[in-house]
C-alpha cells in the first residue's frame, strides 16, 4: 500500500466490478428505434405488430378475483395457495390432456419469462453445464444460460451432441417466434433422449391454446412421455390466453422433485407471486369461456394478417400455432422490417431469434382489430 502525497492517506487499488449486465447482449428491441419512428411518421399512424403483447381487456371474472382478496395484508405463500395449484390441475387436463399431475407439483412464477430465465441457476447448474437451447429462440432461453454461466448451444436436432449429453434442454413448442408444431414423435426422441442421459427437458409452452393448425401436445402428455415426468418440467403462462401479461401469472409443473428444489431455493430468494395474482389465476384456469373467446378473436386477426402478408409477395412459414407469423422474401430481414417501416407497420428482425432468422421477420397477431385491417390495407 502506498500513501497519497496529496491526501495524506494510504491509496487503495480500485476494485473491478463486474456488472451481471456486462454478461447479457444488448436488448434486441432498443435496435428497432429508427424502423419505429419510420413507423410513427406514417400518415395513419404507427401499428405495432413488434411485440406479442395482449390489447384485449383482461375478463371481468379475473378482475373480480383480483379484487376479492385486495385487502389481505399478510404475506403470500411461494408454493401458492392450494386453490390455485388444484385449479391449474384441472385446467391442463380439461384443455390439453395433461395427466397424472399433483397439485403439490405446481409452482406459481412471477411470469414465464422470470422463470425461464433463472431456471438453469435455480437448478444449481454452472460452468461445467452444457445447456441446449432452439436453433430459432426467443432471447430469454440464451439470456437463461448466460446468468448462470454454463456453456450453450443451439440445436434442434439432438443427435447433433453425440455423446456428450447436456443437463438442460429447452423445447418450444408452439415455437416463438415460429409457430411451428414438434409432433409427437420429435418429442418423444427428446423424452427418450434426455432420460438416457439424465438431462432435463424444460417444455415452453406457453402458446398450447392457440393452435390453429394440426396438433400441438404437451410435454407431459400421456402420449408422450407415457404418464412418467421425471425430469419433465413445463411451463405455462396465462398472459397471452387470459390477457394477463400485466398480471406476470405463470407456473411451472412435471416432476415433482425438480419443483420441491425450485420451491425451496425460491423461498430463501422471496421469489412469490402476490395473493391477488393468485387469485386472478385461480379464476382464470377455472373458467374455459373466456379462453374460448379470446382464441377466436386470434384466429380472425390471424385470417386477415395472413392473406394479406401472402398477397403483398411473402411466404409464411411454419406459423400454424401462437400468435405469430413468420414470414420472409427472401431478403435480409432488417430490409424488410425498413419495408414494412415505410407502410406504417413495425415487425421484429428474424436475427432477433438467432442466426437461422436472418431472412424472416416475425409478425404479431396481438393488435386490435382496427389495427389489423389497417395493416392489412396498407400491405394490399
Avoid at 7 to 33: E, M, N, Y
Avoid at 271 to 297: C, F, G, S, V, Y
Avoid at 340 to 347: K, M, N, Q, S
Avoid at 361 to 370: F, K, M, S, Y
Wanted: glycine content about 8%; proline content about 6%.
Amino acid at each position: 500500500m502506498s500513501i497519497d502525497m496529496q491526501t495524506g492517506g494510504a491509496s487503495v487499488k480500485p476494485r473491478v466490478r463486474r456488472s451481471v449486465a456486462s454478461k447479457l447482449p444488448d436488448f434486441p428491441w432498443d435496435s428497432l428505434s429508427e424502423a419505429k419512428a419510420t413507423a410513427a411518421a406514417h400518415p395513419e399512424g404507427l401499428v405495432n405488430l413488434s411485440v406479442g403483447t395482449p390489447v384485449d381487456p383482461v375478463p371481468s371474472v379475473v378482475r373480480d378475483a383480483l379484487a376479492s382478496v385486495a385487502a389481505e395484508p399478510g404475506y403470500p405463500t411461494n408454493h401458492g395457495t392450494e386453490e390455485l395449484r388444484v385449479a391449474a390441475v384441472a385446467a391442463l387436463a380439461r384443455r390439453y390432456g395433461i395427466t397424472p399431475l399433483d397439485p403439490a407439483a405446481v409452482l406459481p412464477a412471477i411470469g414465464t419469462k422470470e422463470m425461464i430465465a433463472w431456471l438453469p441457476t435455480l437448478l444449481g447448474l454452472g460452468a461445467d453445464d452444457l445447456v441446449v437451447i432452439p436453433e430459432l429462440a426467443y432471447p430469454t432461453y440464451e439470456v437463461s444460460g448466460l446468468l448462470a454461466g454454463v456453456r450453450l448451444i443451439r440445436a434442434d436436432g439432438l443427435n447433433r451432441l453425440g455423446p456428450e449429453g447436456a443437463a438442460l434442454v429447452f423445447v418450444n413448442s408452439p415455437s416463438n417466434p415460429t409457430g411451428k408444431v414438434l409432433g409427437r414423435d420429435h418429442l418423444r426422441k427428446v423424452v427418450d433422449w434426455a432420460r438416457s442421459r439424465d438431462a432435463i427437458v424444460v417444455s415452453d409452452e406457453c402458446y398450447l391454446g392457440l393452435t390453429w393448425e394440426g396438433e400441438a401436445l404437451s410435454i407431459l402428455h400421456p402420449s408422450v412421455c407415457d404418464g412418467d415426468h421425471t425430469n419433465l418440467l413445463a411451463v405455462h403462462s396465462l398472459s397471452k390466453t387470459s390477457n394477463l401479461a400485466s398480471y406476470r401469472a405463470g407456473f411451472v409443473t412435471g416432476d415433482a422433485d425438480l419443483v420441491a428444489d425450485l420451491l425451496e431455493v425460491r423461498k430463501h430468494a422471496g421469489m412469490m407471486l402476490p395473493l391477488p395474482i393468485q387469485a386472478a389465476m385461480t379464476a382464470a384456469l377455472n373458467d374455459d369461456e373466456h379462453e374460448k373467446i379470446q382464441r377466436e378473436k386470434y384466429r380472425a386477426r390471424r385470417e386477415i394478417l395472413l392473406a394479406a402478408v401472402r398477397d403483398a409477395g411473402f411466404t409464411v412459414d411454419h406459423s400454424e400455432a401462437g400468435l405469430y407469423l413468420w414470414a420472409t422474401r427472401g431478403e435480409e430481414c432488417r430490409a424488410t422490417v425498413a419495408w414494412f417501416a415505410e407502410r406504417g407497420i413495425l415487425v421484429a428482425p428474424g436475427e432477433f431469434y438467432g442466426p437461422g432468422g436472418v431472412q424472416h421477420v416475425r409478425i404479431a397477431l396481438t393488435a386490435t382489430d382496427d389495427a389489423i385491417e389497417a395493416a392489412a390495407r396498407r400491405l394490399r
